[in-house]
């Protein structure tokens, strides 16, 4: 967090990664057993949403002659990448985690999440943050300068719990992430467009593959006994 948030730069590649991921996420949810794996399956919606979301944004924003623009969708994408994910981050690694010190460490970055998220969302509705085109691509208006103040807890919220994980698939799920918005980072820095919408795809295809392997061993192992 530099001061901005750059992110897919069309309508069309918004709504595209929307209906890819969206067809992933439903397709994940047949292969859920356990409560305890809801939060993490349901992970390709949450981004399926959110670039439902970004393509309504680019619209509005191309139909727009201000300079900023803040809708309803504007809201609603602030209020899911800037509460809501830090704080289902960590409680999506939690149910999935049964060492109880692993699980209060995540319980704490949860309440980070909390903290961090609401600060961010309450500033963006207090300082009326919109968004605007920047060389092809969305430019979220950041409520505090620098951005790093607010980009260390939000990361450590967002992909610590992860890498604590005893689980091997959400330990490697978490080092995705932070390679994934390290990359996203250093392509915002150089002013290209952001490929954040493709890791999102590519994180997604991890987690359908993660359960779809994991009914195929169980069913597997229930055969051969």
Do not use: N
């Not at 890819?20 to 949810?29: D, Y």
């Amino acid at each position: 967090m530099s001061g901005r948030l750059d992110v897919c730069f069309s309508s069309t590649a918004s709504f595209t990664a929307s209906a890819v991921l969206g067809g992933i996420g439903f397709a994940t949810l047949p292969f859920v057993r356990d409560r305890r794996e809801w939060l993490f399956a349901a992970l390709p919606l949450g981004f399926a949403a959110h670039q439902l979301l970004e393509g309504a944004i680019w619209q509005q924003v191309e139909q727009s002659s201000e300079p900023s623009v803040r809708t309803g969708a504007v809201v609603a994408w602030l209020f899911y990448a800037w509460f809501l994910l830090p704080i289902w981050m960590p409680l999506a690694a939690r149910a999935l985690e049964p060492d109880r010190r692993r699980r209060r460490w995540m319980l704490g970055l949860t309440g980070l999440g909390v903290l961090t998220g609401t600060f961010l969302f309450v500033s963006s509705m207090i300082l009326s943050a919109g968004v605007r085109v920047t060389r092809h691509h969305l430019e979220y208006q950041l409520p505090m300068h620098p951005g790093w103040l607010l980009a260390v807890p939000y990361l450590l919220a967002t992909c610590l719990p992860l890498l604590l994980s005893t689980r091997v698939f959400v330990r490697r799920f978490g080092v995705a992430m932070v390679v994934a918005l390290g990359a996203s980072s250093a392509i915002a820095a150089k002013e290209l467009s952001s490929v954040w919408c493709f890791f999102a795809a590519l994180l997604s295809a991890g987690v359908f593959a993660h359960f779809a392997l994991a009914r195929r061993e169980e069913q597997s192992v229930s055969l051969a006994s």
